[in-house]
């Protein structure tokens, strides 16, 4: 396996800020934040994708998520708004191989934007929606 920086912070090889961990996850301060209060939420468990995270697990790091967000909502750190992001794979803009959920507290004029191309402007099809939502239901077996 190539090493992992998230794997040596939860095994004690790295140092790291925690704010939670239990048998599922653990919650840390980003190192490189993109506001004060920034936090990495990952399963204990190395997993480079959200697909190789078990069900359950998946589920606890949004619960977890869901916590250090309050918490810093009435933690005193500038915080009008929380985005929750997590990139999966490389193109999506994943750096570290090994599943993580920011929780990013936000704030007016934090100067931190989400930017689209111009494809997102042009409004698809209800038919091309359609197209799709069946793909994905096909495979989720709910249809």
């Known amino acids: 396996m190539n090493p992992c920086i998230f794997c040596d912070i939860l095994a004690g090889q790295k140092p ?3 704010v939670h961990r239990d048998d599922l996850c653990a919650a840390f301060m980003d ?3 993109v506001n004060p209060g920034h936090v990495l939420v990952v399963p204990s468990q190395h997993a480079a994708m959200l697909a190789d995270v078990d069900e359950d ?3 606890h790091l949004l619960k977890v998520a869901r916590r250090v967000e309050v918490a810093i909502r009435s933690s005193g750190i500038q915080c009008e708004g929380v985005n929750l992001y997590l990139a999966d794979g490389r193109t999506a803009g994943q750096e570290v191989m090994h599943v993580h959920l920011h929780v990013i507290p936000r704030y ?3 100067g931190h934007h ?3 191309s111009p ?3 042009t409004r698809k099809s209800f038919d091309e929606l359609e197209k799709n ?3 994905i ?3 989720m077996g709910t249809r």
Do not use: E, I
Request: neutral net charge; charged residues 15%; contains cysteine.
């Open 114 to 116: 989400l930017r689209f």
């Open 119 to 121: 494809a997102y402007f």
């Open 31 to 33: 190192n490189h934040p």
């Open 16 to 18: 790291a800020n925690f």
């Open 108 to 110: 007016s004029g934090d």
């Open 133 to 135: 939502a069946d793909l």
């Open 137 to 139: 239901c096909r495979q």
């Open 57 to 59: 697990a998946a589920g």
